[in-house]
């Protein structure tokens, strides 16, 4: 990873050395992590017993809730699941990713609880307020809708906390640097890692130059803010707080592909420089929620949509080329060179932080990368702006990308800074997959009932009577994909709670190895370091993704002309 490291903490500060890693781990931060951590998990769960609600009543043949508690819980799911699930496991990684890897202290324990302290009363007032039905604005709460104060007043506080948490991460990584607690360059998952806290710092920014008068405005004390100037800014918030989900999740596969192959990235000055990409360019996907907005002209849509953002894309697709590389070389060093794919069938499939990873690395980068970039497209946005294909497009991102991430990584931070074994291991080894399969339907019942005009938050659409049994089929795909996806949410939310309650102390030993391909014997390590041809595997896959994108692409400029037939 292109940096050495002392292999205990500076002198002084109260630690231990992982008997896996045999890294200094910080207990201040060992703490914190636990702290974020096990939140973020409880707020995976709350979030998830909403979506399941929500798909059940969105599979039109069950329509499970009421219209009133249908939006209540469509606010309370995107606040959890978009907000507040990965507010708290970010804040979690980066407290792990500027000390364990960099074997360095955390900056202030005083300044991590006041982070912790904001973020769960603003969580919990926020949660608070919307079941109490003093919120049924949705997670984008649009003026001139308004929600009870305290709502906006709990966002601010998780924004602030979330800020303060940011702050004790870049402290962190000074003091390291000036203590000398690492040399050379920063790991590329802690560069990773730094790139989100940028974004963070940008996108909580902008939270808090929307929310403060809409607070103000919700209290009585101020006029209300013009409704086209909060959409504007308020995506500058909503969009670019999920791209600091995509540097964080990309860091974990950096991070879990070394860790379970032994990979590394094939050059890191362009994967560092893919992550500066996201810095500079990630914000400007978030014109598409204005596409169909009179407030913004066609020139700021179109530059926005066809020229710049693309530069962000150009970042995504190095990680999507440079991981799987990394891991393609990494296993034929080990021996395993039989053919195209060989590679790919001696892959760790059973170690369920690989296979998380993996569907992690397919889900976002074929489902989400093709139908985010297709659907940014200004001319084809008009035909999809407000159908379920859009939620059907962030669920794989979001969810199938950077949850699933998230859960790969827990997998070994768990063990690693609990000291405790993962219960029920064979269950476990089956939990992404039930995921991450449930998430794929969920997403194709919502892309293909979208394509066929059903809208992203109806509660009831036999009311209008222009849907066929087509659309109920693929509404029905969402529910059934909905339950699976509850199912692998909450198997993996007990082997989390199991494991702490129940799970083998790990007492100065290593944690149970969930499965590494071993090297076989004759194998090189380094021998295809400069081999332009190492990759071969990869770069089929590569020319398959590409080929899936053009027919995607043009089916729907095809599905445009449809709508605006020439005569």
């Known amino acids: 990873m292109a940096s050495s490291s002392h292999n205990l903490l500076a002198p002084g500060t109260p630690g231990r050395t992982c008997g896996t890693t045999g890294l200094g781990v910080c207990l201040d931060a060992q703490r914190f992590i636990k702290l974020n951590a096990v939140s973020g998990i409880v707020f995976l769960l709350l979030g998830g017993i909403a979506a399941l609600l929500l798909a059940l009543t969105r599979w039109q043949t069950v329509h499970l809730l009421p219209v009133d508690w249908f939006y209540r819980i469509l606010t309370f799911h995107g606040i959890n699941m978009l907000i507040l699930w990965i507010l708290f496991f970010e804040v979690a990684i980066l407290y792990f990713a500027c000390t364990t890897p960099l074997n360095a202290r955390l900056y202030s324990r005083k300044v991590a609880w006041v982070s912790f302290g904001l973020m769960i009363v603003g969580a919990v007032m926020v949660d608070y307020i919307i079941l109490a039905g003093q919120a049924d604005v949705m997670m984008t709460s649009y003026l001139p809708l308004l929600a009870h104060p305290l709502f906006y007043l709990g966002i601010i506080l998780v924004a602030v906390g979330t800020l303060v948490g940011v702050f004790n991460f870049f402290a962190t990584l000074y003091v390291a640097k000036r203590d000398g607690a690492y040399t050379g360059s920063m790991p590329i998952v802690t560069f990773g890692a730094l790139a989100a806290a940028i974004i963070a710092v940008v996108t909580l920014l902008h939270g808090a130059v929307v929310m403060i008068p809409t607070f103000t405005y919700a ?120 053919g195209i794919f060989g590679w790919v069938t001696a892959l760790p499939w059973r170690n369920p932080a690989f296979s998380a990873t993996a569907l992690s690395v397919v889900i976002f980068g074929f489902l989400g990368g093709i139908t985010g970039v297709t659907l940014g497209t200004q001319q084809i946005n008009i035909i999809a702006h407000n159908t379920l294909r859009i939620p059907g497009h962030f669920h794989v991102t979001v969810v199938g990308g950077t949850s699933l991430a998230f859960m790969g990584l827990a997998y070994y931070v768990v063990p690693l800074i609990f000291q405790r074994d993962f219960i029920f291991r064979g269950v476990a080894r089956l939990q992404p997959w039930l995921f991450g399969i449930g998430i794929t339907l969920l997403s194709f019942g919502m892309s293909f009932a979208g394509s066929m005009g059903v809208s992203r938050r109806s509660w009831d659409i036999d009311a209008q009577g222009v849907y066929g049994p087509a659309a109920h089929l693929w509404l029905g795909v969402l529910g059934i994909g909905g339950i699976l996806a509850f199912l692998g949410l909450l198997t993996f939310v007990l082997l989390c709670v199991g494991t ?68």
Request: hydrophobic content about 50%; charged content about 10%.
């Open 500 to 567: 702490l309650l129940f799970g083998a102390k790990i007492e100065n030993r290593p944690m149970a190895d969930w499965g590494t391909p071993p090297a076989l014997a004759g194998s090189q390590p380094g021998s295809l370091a400069h081999d332009h041809y190492a990759t071969k595997g990869t770069i089929v896959l590569t020319l398959v993704f590409l080929a899936c994108f053009a027919v995607y692409y043009f089916a729907n400029w095809k599905a445009l002309a449809d709508v605006w037939p020439v005569r």
């Open 219 to 338: 209290m009585g004390w101020t006029a209300q803010p013009d409704p086209a100037w909060y959409r504007l800014i308020w995506w500058g918030l909503g969009h670019q707080s999920q791209q600091v989900n995509v540097c964080a999740m990309v860091a974990v596969w950096y991070l879990l592909s070394h860790i379970v192959v032994g990979a590394r990235p094939i050059n890191e000055a362009v994967c560092r420089t893919a992550f500066v990409l996201y810095i500079l360019f990630i914000n400007l996907a978030s014109a598409h929620h204005l596409l169909v907005d009179p407030g913004v002209g066609a020139t700021w849509k179109i530059w926005n949509t066809s020229y710049a953002m693309y530069l962000a894309v150009l970042a995504s697709m190095v990680h999507g080329f440079t991981v799987p590389a990394g891991v393609e070389i990494a296993m034929r060093e080990k021996g395993y060179t039989a």
